[in-house]
């Protein structure tokens, strides 16, 4: 089969630039963005921007991914695209925090009801969560003491 490895559909291969702009000259306040190995997440966030009148992605090959954006002119086609990459990490970091809460409250249960077989089934649990600028933060549990990095809560 000649479809692509698992790892080409999100891996940016060295030396190529992630995000590639052309401003669009017939068009004022129009713009074309290829984007590296993402898919349909950027350019559905673009589509919720007021100031972003038409916002348009296509994948003419699975590795190839072209955004097209025109804006109002209270906005620039940059400013529409950073705003929506700022806009889903806010959403991220909110999805990070609910699961970590989730995590804590759940393990905290446990400890409540003194189950001794779930807390000796779940022993030490460290589970890392991998944020979007590349950083791990560890939230480490163990038979009633929970830290979060290195700080007993």
Not at 6 to 34: C, H, L, M, Q, W
Not at 67 to 95: F, G, R, V
Not at 136 to 144: H, P, Q
Request: aromatic share 8%; glycine share 6%; charged share 25%.
């Amino acid at each position: 089969m000649n479809a692509p490895d698992r790892y080409e559909r999100f891996v940016v291969p060295e030396g190529t630039k992630k995000v590639s702009y052309e401003r669009d000259t017939k068009i004022i306040n129009a713009a074309s963005f290829t984007v590296e190995r993402e898919d349909h997440t950027i350019g559905n966030i673009l589509r919720i921007d007021d100031n972003v009148l038409f916002a348009g992605y296509k994948l003419p090959h699975p590795l190839k991914y072209k955004i097209i954006i025109h804006t109002t002119s209270q906005s620039s086609p940059m400013q529409a695209y950073n705003q929506a990459i700022n806009d889903l990490d806010k959403e991220l970091d909110h999805l990070k925090n609910a699961f970590e809460l989730c995590f804590v409250i759940l393990f905290g249960m446990v400890l409540l009801r003194n189950d001794v077989a779930l807390a000796s089934l779940i022993g030490r649990v460290r589970l890392s969560l991998q944020i979007i600028q590349g950083s791990t933060k560890w939230l480490t549990c163990s038979y009633g003491v929970l830290e979060i990095e290195g700080q007993g809560v």
